[in-house]
C-alpha cells in the first residue's frame, strides 16, 4: 500500500502526558498537512509543511503543539501536557505541488483519548 | 474568512431514491471545490472535485457543479445504495490557498434497503 499512513491509529492516554503521531506522505509527495477532526465536524487545519518547511500555522496549533517533518519525509506531531480538549482524530495528509487544485491524500488518521 | 457551509444531517434514504446534499461556500476569488466521503472506521477520500465556474465533477455516479453565482456546489446521485452510507464533506481550496482545504461540518448519509 503506497498510501498515506499513520500510526498509531488509536492512542489513549491520561490527562498531562505526552503523546507523539507519525505519518507517512505518499513518497513523492513534498507537501504534507496535518488536520484535527472531532466528532460531528470536518476537519480543521492545524499545519502544512512544504518539503521540510512549516510554512503556515492555524491559532488551533497552541504552544502545546509541534510538528515536525525532517528531511521533509515524515512528519510528527507531538501535544505536550494533554488535556481532554485534545481527544479527537488527528489526521495527516499529503500531495504533490503542482497546479491548484491538485488532489490531497488523506490517511486514516489517528484516535487520540485524554482520559 | 473562507468557508463552506453543508446542510445538516443526518439524511436518511430509501434505496434507489434520489439524493441532493446542498453546499454553499463563501470565498474571494475562485476556489477550487471539493467533496470528499469518508465511510465508517476510515480516512477521506476524495469523491470528485472542480476547479472552475461551470465544471461538473463526476464519480461513482455523484455529480456536482461548481456555480459560481450561487457560489454553490451541490451533490447529487439519481440512485443510492445502501453502500453509498457515509459522512460527505464539501471543501474548498482558496485561490491563494496553497492547496489548505476548508471544510464544511459534514452530511451523514445513511441508505436503507
Known amino acids: 500500500d503506497t498510501g498515506v499512513s499513520q500510526d498509531p491509529r488509536h492512542k489513549i492516554t491520561k490527562r498531562g502526558q505526552n503523546v507523539t503521531f507519525r505519518c507517512d506522505p505518499i513518497?513523492?509527495?513534498?507537501?504534507l498537512y496535518w488536520y484535527r477532526q472531532t466528532l460531528g465536524q470536518g476537519p480543521e487545519f492545524l499545519t502544512y509543511?512544504?518539503?521540510?518547511?512549516?510554512?503556515?500555522k492555524s491559532r488551533l496549533l497552541s504552544d502545546r503543539f509541534s510538528a515536525e517533518r525532517p528531511k521533509g519525509s515524515f512528519s510528527t506531531l507531538e501535544i505536550q501536557r494533554t488535556e481532554q480538549g485534545d481527544s479527537a482524530m488527528y489526521l495527516c495528509?499529503?500531495?504533490?505541488?503542482?497546479?491548484?487544485?491538485?488532489?490531497?491524500?488523506f490517511g486514516e488518521g489517528s484516535w487520540l483519548t485524554v482520559v | 474568512g473562507d468557508s463552506v457551509t453543508q446542510m445538516e444531517g443526518p439524511v436518511t434514504l430509501s434505496e434507489e431514491a434520489c439524493l441532493t446534499i446542498n453546499c454553499t461556500y463563501t470565498a474571494t476569488g475562485y476556489p477550487s471545490l471539493f467533496w470528499y466521503v469518508q465511510y465508517p472506521g476510515e480516512g477521506l477520500q476524495l469523491l470528485l472535485k472542480?476547479?472552475?465556474?461551470?465544471d461538473k465533477g463526476s464519480n461513482k455516479g455523484f455529480e456536482a457543479t461548481y456555480r459560481k453565482e450561487t457560489t454553490s456546489f451541490h451533490l447529487e446521485k439519481g440512485s443510492v445504495q445502501v453502500s453509498d452510507s457515509a459522512v460527505y464533506f464539501c471543501?474548498?481550496?482558496?485561490?491563494?490557498?496553497?492547496?489548505?482545504?476548508?471544510f464544511g461540518a459534514g452530511t451523514r448519509l445513511a441508505v436503507h434497503p
Open positions: 509543511f512544504q518539503n521540510e518547511a512549516q510554512l503556515e
Open positions: 471543501a474548498l481550496i482558496a485561490a491563494r490557498g496553497y492547496n489548505k482545504l476548508i
Open positions: 495528509a499529503s500531495s504533490l505541488e503542482r497546479t491548484l487544485g491538485n488532489t490531497i491524500y
Open positions: 472542480a476547479t472552475k465556474a461551470d
Open positions: 513518497s513523492e509527495h513534498n507537501r
